[in-house]
């Protein structure tokens, strides 16, 4: 019986012990990052991958940060987010047999558009469109519009980085968006 309340209390001392490391060291790794002029919080990770959000007024950035990517992986990586991503607004079959609907698909005018630029340093490529009101990209009702959106990748050759981007503004600001696709390059080169 003492065996029992003994090994139960080391797991209890280990399970505290587990959740101290990871909240101290969650606040080690809290922090700003200052990136393509936006003061940027550190949500999580360490010195491969990084979780950075900004938000102010309906201007809301999260960007994945993964560092020390090869050229040949990262450009794997990125053309496969491209292909599920774009895969998600081509014409689908439904996966039942209805009497109505044979066929779903997102209109011409709410689908994302695919774009890739050259930028300094590396290449950007990415889709603008739309979201709901609770940044979901993907709306096909003009109803449920409620954020542009613009889904980025971004390689930058000299520090191996890649950026997964997502940025979301309000509808009436589609300019600052365009913006701030200008202001995606490599700080490195």
């Known amino acids: 019986m003492r065996f029992k309340w003994a090994m139960t209390?080391?797991?209890?001392?280990?399970?505290?012990?587990?959740?101290?490391?990871?909240?101290?060291?969650?606040?080690?790794?809290a922090g700003q990052v200052n990136l393509w002029g936006y003061q940027l919080e550190r949500i999580s990770g360490d010195k491969d991958i990084q979780f950075l959000l900004y938000q102010e007024g309906s201007e809301k950035l999260e960007i994945t940060v993964?560092?020390?990517?090869?050229?040949?992986?990262?450009?794997?990586?990125i053309d496969e987010?491209?292909?599920?991503?774009?895969?998600?607004?081509?014409?689908?079959?439904?996966g039942y047999s209805g009497q109505h609907t044979e066929f779903v698909s997102c209109p011409d005018n709410l689908k994302p558009s695919y774009r890739e630029v050259p930028v300094t340093g590396g290449q950007l490529k990415y889709f603008s469109g739309y979201a709901n009101s609770r940044y979901a990209v993907g709306v096909c009702l003009e109803e449920d519009v409620a954020f542009i959106?613009?889904?980025?990748?971004?390689?930058?050759?000299?520090s191996a980085v890649v950026y997964d981007i997502s940025y979301f503004n309000a509808v009436s600001l589609s300019k600052i968006a365009d913006d701030f696709v200008r202001r995606l390059i490599c700080e490195d080169s």
């Open 9 to 29: 209390g080391c797991l209890i001392l280990t399970v505290l012990l587990g959740v101290y490391f990871l909240v101290s060291k969650s606040e080690q790794e």
């Open 66 to 77: 993964i560092n020390g990517v090869k050229k040949r992986a990262a450009e794997s990586l």
């Open 81 to 94: 987010k491209i292909h599920v991503f774009g895969s998600l607004f081509e014409k689908q079959r439904v």
């Open 149 to 158: 959106s613009l889904n980025a990748y971004l390689y930058c050759n000299q």
